[in-house]
């Protein structure tokens, strides 16, 4: 190579090496969301495994990455994470000291988490319980770390933002609907107007999905609503059949499934009580007939052996008109609106039953749908 080009040639080199350390060390980092991968994973002070653990994070909880060290991420503290400055240093809300510890609880042996200097404005509550100290947000330059092992991406930086107020809108949603399934709850049955509650709980059940434990919140109050709607409907209807005794007439109004047979008058006693509970499933499932829930009730049921026995007890409240005994212990009261089960006592069958209230009576209490 002619020495001439030598020097042209170490200064293309020197250039190209510049650029390309200029161009990757003015690359800034990029906050973003990330999303907690494993339950426990511990959130530190430092970037380093003997470092102080501020807390530990669930899976699928979110985080704002604003840095990096190793194999650390470093984060933004958690919005229900507070800070506290001794109050000695503060006057007229002015740092009055310099390098003034802020510290994680509000003793002078907690952890610091950062400092603050002289001249600088700061705001936030006396704490009731110890006014020596301030609560107050920590500052903007205050960062935790986290293993970068146990973190995926969820978004960029305004991702975490838009799921908190997703976040407190779906538990809004919620609260709301437990206040007012409690509200409603309280009411005699025939004040009784569950479809706000329904309506809110069916909300965060279809449309918050991605906050898991707000679903399953919501299916449990449904559920709880629903039982209490059961209850009192059926109280409801057995005290108004209390005073219609004798007016077969109304009762035979409500005509069992099956036309097929001629309802005994056991079979058309449960009859109202039938028909509360399927008012209160109706509720809840407003497309779907008397037969719909027949079907739904039989192909969910819970297949039990034994013999059928009559059950001529005399007494208020009674779960059943007939005992279901298995190695000659009773198991089950038992009553139909569809079987006559009549026809069955002192034989050993297979019933098809759907659960309802024992009304804290010995043994659990069925439903029969069909017998095999």
């Given at each position: 190579m002619s020495r001439r080009f030598l020097p042209l040639l170490l200064f293309?080199?020197?250039?190209?090496?510049?650029?390309?350390?200029?161009?990757?060390?003015?690359?800034?980092?990029?906050?973003?969301?990330?999303?907690?991968?494993?339950?426990?994973?511990?959130?530190?002070?430092?970037?380093?495994?003997?470092?102080?653990v501020i807390r530990t994070g669930n899976k699928n909880d979110l985080i704002l990455i604003v840095g990096e060290q190793e194999n650390f991420w470093a984060i933004k503290p958690p919005q229900d994470v507070k800070a506290y400055i001794y109050r000695t240093y503060i006057l007229d809300g002015v740092?009055?000291?310099?390098?003034?510890?802020?510290?994680?609880?509000?003793?002078?042996?907690?952890?610091?988490?950062g400092k603050l200097s002289q001249g600088e404005k700061i705001q936030g509550s006396i704490l009731e319980e110890n006014p020596k100290w301030l609560e107050i947000e920590p500052p903007n330059n205050v960062s935790f770390y986290i293993s970068k092992d146990y973190v995926t991406f969820a978004g960029d930086d305004k991702y975490i933002i838009k799921m908190e107020?997703?976040?407190?809108?779906?538990?809004?949603?919620?609260?709301?609907?437990?206040?007012?399934?409690?509200?409603?709850?309280?009411?005699?049955?025939?004040?009784?107007?569950?479809?706000?509650?329904?309506?809110?709980?069916?909300?965060?059940?279809q449309k918050y999905f991605d906050f898991p434990d707000y679903v399953k919140q919501a299916k449990e109050g449904l559920a709880l609503l629903q039982d209490t709607y059961l209850?009192?409907?059926?109280?409801?209807?057995?005290?108004?059949?209390?005073?219609?005794?004798?007016?077969?007439e109304k009762m035979a109004a409500l005509a069992p499934v099956n036309k097929e047979i001629s309802p005994t008058d056991k079979m058309c006693f449960w009859q109202p009580v039938e028909e509360a509970i399927y008012q209160a499933w109706n509720t809840f499932n407003p497309e779907k007939s008397k037969n719909d829930f027949y079907q739904e009730q039989e192909v969910q049921s819970l297949a039990l052996e034994g013999i059928v026995e009559n059950y001529n007890v005399d007494?208020?409240?009674?779960?059943?008109?007939?005992?279901?005994?298995?190695?000659?212990?009773?198991?089950?009261?038992?009553?139909?609106?569809?079987?006559?089960?009549?026809k069955y006592q002192g034989k050993k069958v297979t019933l098809l039953l759907s659960p309802r209230p024992n009304n804290n009576f010995a043994f659990p209490a069925y439903y029969v749908n069909a017998i095999k």
């Open positions: 293309l080199i020197v250039n190209i090496n510049i650029s390309g350390y200029t161009e990757e060390s003015s690359k800034e980092f990029r906050p973003f969301t990330g999303k907690i991968s494993a339950n426990k994973v511990r959130i530190r002070l430092e970037p380093n495994l003997e470092s102080f740092i009055e000291a310099n390098r003034v510890n802020i510290r994680l609880s509000p003793n002078n042996e907690a952890p610091i988490i107020k997703r976040n407190k809108k779906a538990s809004d949603i919620l609260n709301d609907a437990f206040f007012l399934a409690e509200k409603e709850c309280k009411k005699p049955f025939n004040e009784m107007d569950p479809n706000a509650a329904i309506a809110k709980f069916e909300k965060i059940i209850q009192k409907k059926i109280v409801y209807l057995e005290k108004a059949s209390d005073k219609k005794v004798g007016e077969k007494v208020k409240g009674k779960p059943g008109d007939y005992i279901l005994r298995k190695n000659n212990v009773p198991i089950a009261y038992l009553y139909s609106t569809k079987i006559d089960l009549e």
